[in-house]
């Protein structure tokens, strides 16, 4: 079974960092291309990131600069460094595996993890 879980969510300050992970189990992680998205609270799903197999990586231009995506093909480990947070990235984040390079790709992606919430005070 294809499975996915986030970790490393939580309470931030604005300004501040966090580091998301989520590992992989179920299929050949080492060739999949994987996706960051989030859904912040009352809206809908929003693509992040995405990083391909080969570590070409694409950010949406909210978080351009201020995240980075990065894999650790040897653990089956998904990344997201975040810093520089804003209360606007306070959202429950997704990993998801596959391509995408916009919302409505990323929408149709399977599986997706259960998500880890990040809440950004200032």
């Known amino acids: 079974e294809e499975q996915l879980v986030e970790s490393g969510g939580g309470l931030v300050q604005s300004g501040g960092s966090v580091r998301l992970s989520c590992h992989a189990s179920g299929f050949n992680f080492g060739r999949s291309d994987m996706t960051w998205v989030r859904q912040a609270p009352g809206k809908g799903l929003e693509w992040v990131s995405v990083?391909?197999?080969?570590?070409?990586?694409d950010y949406a231009d909210s978080v351009k600069g201020r995240f980075i995506i990065g894999r650790d093909n040897a653990k089956n480990i998904l990344y997201l460094q975040m810093d520089y947070l804003k209360t606007e990235d306070t959202a429950m984040y997704y990993c998801?595996?596959?391509?995408?390079?916009?919302?409505?790709?990323?929408?149709?992606?399977?599986?997706r993890g259960q998500g880890t919430q990040v809440t950004v005070w200032s």
């Open positions: 990083i391909s197999w080969g570590g070409r990586t």
């Open positions: 998801a595996k596959g391509w995408s390079a916009s919302t409505t790709q990323a929408l149709g992606l399977r599986p």
